[in-house]
């Protein structure tokens, strides 16, 4: 099998617009989370997230095109311009560079939009840019335009395991000789009114209105769901061999995936499908010593003590589990573009020696009580990272990151 490398990365969430500010912002406990200005929430139950201000995509993309792509479209081709750029490629080759696309919901605001416009001003008032603008894969497909990528075009929407999926599935496709390097893209901006309303609706996101900043406080006894956020992570990968044949600067390797099913509720998680998938990719990697865990950590009762209890069940005991944390209290939870977005700033980690705080983490849950690196960021010598992702439908995905030496 091929080895897998890690080349470029790009970031924008509601504490950066690049990943070198987001990530300073993460490991200095900055939060991104306030009142929602994206639309009225007077009516709502819910009226915070993590938005991204101040980002205009008429400076990324050609203003012609801008009502062509919803906003996770435009979130991703920043991200991607970003990671391109820092990969540094003088050339490619077309054919043998493909794309893996990521969201769990995708064009939700276009969606709403028109959905509204259809029902109260008819259907032949329908913008003819809705469908093109509200696909998962229209990600990749306007990012390999771009950047002209003609290899594989592969897109994953698996809920919020869909980042931590894409670069699975990417590494997969390398590793088995259907492209020497792809782009992967995870992008997510559902922060509107059928968004926010809907997992409302479901009881899962926090209602702390009134204290926006320390609403999303994950592994807390207190926690009380999730906030949402948005954004974008792009990852270049590449074969070993080609990235060193070209004088690339390596991250980091992928040393490890492992995907599962839980086969039991459609929101409700248990410890089995997370556990066998971290135990998949902790297997392929050869059971190494972890020196951190992203965490999936998403701030809800259910899912904060099933990642607690599953990790105890791959280390053996919690005095054995390594220091875990979750960047969620910062940024949000970014659904399908979480898993990109942590993966970066694992890789970051690992490569500033500096373990990202869970802010917020005041008061200690008997059933999640692990080293969480409460409020205050961390150094450490950080060789190998695990990093989490699960998602509704019962889908979990783990990926397992290396210091290249």
Do not use: W
């Not at 490398?5 to 900055?30: P, Q």
């Amino acid at each position: 099998m091929k080895r897998v490398v890690i080349t470029g990365m790009g970031m924008i969430n509601s504490v950066g617009h690049d990943k070198e500010s987001s990530f300073k912002a993460i490991v200095a406990g900055e939060c991104g989370i306030n009142s929602i200005t994206l639309f009225d929430t007077s009516s709502y139950s819910v009226s915070i997230a993590g938005e991204v201000k101040e980002f205009d995509p008429n400076t990324i993309m050609n203003p012609k095109e801008v009502k062509k792509a919803d906003r996770f479209i435009q979130f991703g081709i920043k991200a991607a311009q970003e990671a391109m750029a820092d990969a540094k490629f003088t050339e490619i080759d077309a054919e043998r560079f493909g794309i893996v696309s990521a969201s769990g919901i995708g064009g939700l605001i276009n969606i709403e939009k028109n959905s509204v416009i259809a029902e109260t001003r008819g259907p032949r008032r329908i913008s003819p840019f809705f469908i093109p603008s509200a696909l998962v894969n229209m990600l990749g497909g306007f990012i390999s335009i771009e950047h002209g990528l003609k290899g594989p075009n592969l897109s994953d929407v698996t809920a919020c395991a869909a980042g931590t999926h894409a670069i699975s599935n990417a590494t997969k496709t390398i590793m088995l000789g259907g492209a020497e390097s792809m782009l992967v893209v995870g992008a997510e901006s559902a922060i509107c009114g059928a968004g926010i309303g809907g997992f409302a609706s479901m009881k899962a996101l926090s209602t702390k209105n009134e204290d926006p900043q320390t609403a999303s406080r994950p592994f807390d006894a207190d926690r009380n769901g999730f906030v949402m956020g948005e954004g974008a992570g792009a990852l270049v990968l590449e074969e070993l061999e080609s990235a060193q044949k070209r004088g690339a600067h390596i991250y980091a390797e992928v040393v490890g995936f492992g995907e599962s099913g839980d086969a039991n509720h459609i929101t409700s998680p248990v410890v089995d499908g997370p556990y066998r998938a971290m135990k998949a990719a902790y297997e392929m990697a050869g059971k190494p010593s972890i020196d951190y865990v992203n965490a999936h950590g998403t701030s809800t009762p259910a899912n904060d003590k099933n990642e607690t209890a599953a990790l105890k069940l791959l280390f053996g005991s919690k005095e054995n589990c390594p220091p875990v944390s979750s960047t969620k209290g910062q940024i949000g939870h970014c659904l399908g573009a979480a898993g990109a977005m942590e993966a970066i700033i694992s890789v970051m980690a690992m490569r500033d020696n500096i373990i990202p705080p869970t802010i917020n983490y005041t008061t200690a849950d008997e059933d999640c009580d692990l080293d969480y690196v409460p409020n205050t960021a961390r150094n450490a010598e950080i060789d190998t990272i695990m990093s989490n992702s699960f998602g509704f439908g019962g889908t979990n995905g783990s990926i397992i990151l290396k210091k290249f030496q």
